[in-house]
């Protein structure tokens, strides 16, 4: 006579008990895998920068593996350095770059800014595909000690 390894009612040779459902094999089903088992390390360090903070995120929260934690850090640390440096140009703008003298500036520097973030960007993701743990001078010591 067997009986529910759960409730200790009687099941005879049945494989789920026939009180409260549960399953009488011996073996038991096996551990779920990490959500992010399937993705290999330098490929979830690249995908941390590709939605910008947002993946960044998104990696930080579910993926336990110390590089790609690190990169994903980085990524919202460097997307929020980005914005706060874009408020600062776009308050420049509209008030020095706006002055007889000094308008010009604005033409050349707003798009050389975003396109060396752009570069920046690209580089980041490059040396995570590489495996590389590439630090930005002074948010990647920032996000290395958060991370540890």
Not at 46 to 74: E, M, N, T
Not at 104 to 115: A, D, E, K, S, T
Not at 125 to 147: R, S
């Amino acid at each position: 006579m067997a009986f529910c390894k759960a409730c200790g009612q009687d099941v005879g040779d049945a494989t789920f008990c026939p009180k409260c459902g549960a399953s009488q094999s011996a073996t038991s089903a096996p551990a779920a895998a990490p959500s992010t088992a399937g993705i290999e390390e330098n490929v979830a360090g690249l995908l941390c920068y590709i939605l910008g903070w947002l993946s960044g995120l998104i990696f930080l929260l579910i993926d336990k593996r110390p590089f790609v934690k690190f990169h994903a850090a980085q990524s919202i640390a460097f997307n929020v350095v980005i914005a706060a440096v874009s408020m600062v140009l776009w308050v420049l703008e509209f008030s020095l770059f706006r002055l007889p003298g000094v308008g010009f500036l604005g033409i050349f520097f707003f798009p050389l800014f975003w396109i060396a973030i752009f570069a920046l960007w690209v580089i980041l993701m490059f040396k995570a595909y590489q495996h590389q743990k590439f630090k930005l001078p002074i948010i990647g010591d920032i996000v290395e000690g958060m991370v540890k």
